[in-house]
């Protein structure tokens, strides 16, 4: 069974709350075709006690009692931020203490993340990014039933999207990226027009419970991830 982290990115749209949802490619051996959120199974640099400095407001003791586990839980934000940049193209990140805004100047180095060719840590080092892992609150922990030819053990985050930053798919292991109302794409799964797994339509489910981006946070931080 492999560790594996999941983002939901949130903004507010004309019409409430909207969520960025990418569509898996038909090759992929797990859940092919499927319409997810930006995630995947940690690296093993992801737990690297090297990005401690590169990350934002969390350590690992902090991020491992946050998601009660023994030690390793900074790994899983670390992860979904990386995650959302190579497969979103949404950069969680800051430069001298401000929000990166254009992720467009980050693109080559997305392109090299996702070839294999470069590492997070090599590019934080480089760019002087330091992840904004404290903006991802936890949304949920999923463990793939017995049967499927891979299982994952899975964190779910939610994070707002960058402001100034325009997502999109990796043309790699996803083929469609799109904002959606969360109750939009589960009538179209309703009526057969969209795949999603079980995990995926949770998290839509809990999400359909808020309007805006402020309300999800303010819920959680009193409620706890659903």
């Known amino acids: ?14 019409d409430g709350l909207e969520v960025f949802m990418v569509r898996r490619t038909i090759d992929a051996v797990f859940s092919p075709g499927a319409h997810v959120f930006p995630g995947g199974a940690l690296d ?15 350590d690992d003791s902090i991020a491992s009692a946050i998601l009660n586990v023994a030690t390793g ?13 190579e497969e979103a193209g949404l950069l969680l990140a800051r430069r001298e203490g401000e929000l990166v805004t254009d992720a467009s100047h980050y693109a080559a180095h997305r392109d090299a993340l996702n070839a294999g060719e470069c590492s997070l840590l090599a590019v934080c080092a480089e760019e002087s990014l330091s992840l904004a892992v404290d903006l991802l609150m936890p949304f949920g922990h999923w463990i793939t039933p017995i049967g499927p030819p891979r299982r994952f053990d899975t964190r779910f985050f939610v994070a707002p999207a960058p402001r100034g930053q325009l997502p999109s798919h990796d043309g790699w292991e996803t083929t469609e ?3 959606t109302r969360p109750s939009a794409v589960l009538a179209a799964a309703d009526r057969g027009d969209v795949d999603l797994i079980e995990p995926t339509r ?5 999400l359909t419970g808020y309007d805006r981006v402020d309300d ?4 959680q931080a009193v409620e706890g991830a659903p």
């Open 44 to 58: 093993p640099e992801d737990r690297s006690p090297e990005f401690e400095p590169w990350c934002d407001g969390l």
């Open 177 to 179: 990226g799109l904002w």
């Open 1 to 14: 069974m492999r560790e594996a982290a999941t983002v939901a990115v949130v903004r507010d749209g004309p």
């Open 216 to 219: 999800v946070f303010a819920a």
């Open 73 to 85: 839980g900074l790994g899983y934000f670390v992860a979904a931020a990386r995650e959302c940049f």
């Open 202 to 206: 949770h998290t839509l489910q809990a």
